[in-house]
């Protein structure tokens, strides 16, 4: 970025346009094959995880025999129940099963739906990426701004004071921010839905909620990004060239430090899509996040393994997408290998 910025005018369009084409080839060139490999990764890494949750659930204590009959259930009951479930049988033998259904994507059904596990992800999956979606976008529209105040005014009072606010914003747990927003917005100045989704006025809690913390986290990394930019070379060169200050800041300095908060935001989003449990649970949203705590109360195998394929594959495909995404902020970056020298 500081190349483009120092370097000369071309005498001509045709170098530009050769330039060009060499980095469209350098961008594109090794993309499929990256792509793949990814994938390739990807594949294993879910195969490992669900092997891991697999294994890990059947060793946890507790028994969805139990928890589907309850405390009344006779050892009868019981061990009617397991049979129907498959839970009779060796480990190994369930798991030899569990793979021949998740080759046709079929993982079960759910103890406690009484419907196919995969169908019952997929529908409260929505819920979730709007959830998800919305927070992430609002904590981009506010904290890269903020991140750029502060960096603008690093080390004076006012810069101190939105730190220490902050400070304040990261420190605090969500659950206790999501339930003091309901008793200010939905108790003692009801204008807001408390929980569930009945309208779009009922996302801006949550919402808030999720925001407060990555608001928070995103602004100072931004903050530190833009501060170290700022003491870049290229920055004194342009200014006395002339360039506007703004352009310094929003073109040069905030494009050189985008991969690092493209980084940080891609992992927040693959988290919330993974579903914001406590916020969630708090708000009662009809998300992935209380689908998974009512699936761990119930014992609820086929659920809990079918939230973990739906959500693990989303977040494999967002940090896919952000990688993507490097070569475009920084033409340097080659895929697969890093910066170039």
């Given at each position: 970025m500081a190349d483009q910025l120092l370097a000369p005018m071309p005498a001509s369009s045709a170098p530009a346009a050769t330039t060009q084409r060499g980095v469209l080839s350098r961008l594109v060139g090794p993309m499929p094959r990256y792509i793949l490999r990814r994938l390739g990764q990807s594949v294993l890494t879910v195969f490992l995880t669900l092997t891991t949750v697999f294994v890990l659930i059947r060793m946890a204590p507790g028994d969805p025999a139990y928890s589907l009959a309850?405390?009344?259930?006779?050892?009868?009951?019981?061990?009617?129940?397991?049979?129907?479930?498959?839970?009779?049988?060796?480990?190994?033998?369930?798991?030899?099963?569990?793979?021949?259904?998740?080759?046709?994507?079929?993982?079960?059904?759910?103890?406690?739906?009484?419907?196919?596990?995969?169908?019952?992800?997929?529908?409260?999956?929505?819920?979730?990426?709007?959830?998800?979606?919305?927070?992430?976008?609002?904590?981009?529209?506010?904290?890269?701004?903020?991140?750029?105040?502060?960096?603008?005014?690093?080390?004076?009072?006012?810069?101190?004071?939105?730190?220490?606010?902050?400070i304040a914003g990261q420190s605090m747990p969500d659950f206790w921010t999501g339930l003091?927003?309901?008793?200010?917005?939905?108790?003692?100045?009801?204008?807001l839905p408390p929980a569930g989704f009945t309208t779009w006025?009922?996302?801006?809690?949550?919402?808030?909620?999720?925001?407060?913390?990555?608001?928070?986290?995103?602004?100072?990394?931004?903050?530190?990004?833009?501060?170290?930019?700022?003491?870049?070379?290229?920055?004194?060169?342009?200014?006395?060239?002339?360039?506007?200050?703004?352009?310094?800041?929003?073109?040069?300095?905030?494009?050189?430090?985008?991969?690092?908060?493209?980084?940080?935001?891609?992992?927040?989003?693959?988290?919330?899509?993974?579903?914001?449990?406590?916020?969630?649970?708090?708000?009662?949203?009809?998300?992935?996040?209380?689908?998974?705590v009512r699936a761990l109360e119930t014992r609820d195998y086929p659920l809990i393994q079918a939230t973990v394929l739906v959500t693990a594959v989303l977040a494999i495909l967002v940090q896919l997408l952000v990688d993507l995404c490097y070569p475009l902020l920084d033409p340097r970056v080659r895929l697969g290998k890093g910066r170039s020298k």
């Open positions: 309850g405390p009344l259930a006779s050892t009868e009951d019981l061990a009617r129940i397991r049979t129907d479930m498959g839970l009779d049988q060796s480990v190994f033998v369930q798991y030899l099963k569990y793979l021949q259904g998740l080759l046709h994507l079929d993982l079960g059904t759910s103890y406690s739906f009484q419907a196919p596990a995969f169908d019952v992800v997929l529908s409260r999956l929505p819920y979730t990426i709007t959830l998800a979606v919305s927070a992430i976008l609002l904590t981009t529209l506010v904290a890269i701004p903020l991140g750029v105040w502060m960096a603008r005014r690093a080390d004076t009072r006012r810069e101190l004071a939105a730190n220490a606010v902050t003091m927003l309901i008793t200010v917005f939905a108790v003692l100045i009801p204008v006025s009922s996302l801006i809690l949550p919402t808030v909620t999720i925001a407060v913390l990555q608001v928070a986290l995103i602004s100072r990394m931004v903050r530190r990004e833009m501060v170290g930019a700022f003491l870049s070379p290229y920055i004194t060169v342009g200014r006395a060239r002339g360039v506007s200050e703004r352009e310094l800041i929003w073109r040069y300095s905030l494009r050189n430090s985008a991969i690092p908060v493209l980084t940080a935001l891609g992992t927040r989003f693959a988290s919330m899509l993974n579903g914001v449990v406590v916020v969630e649970v708090v708000f009662a949203w009809p998300g992935v996040g209380s689908l998974v």
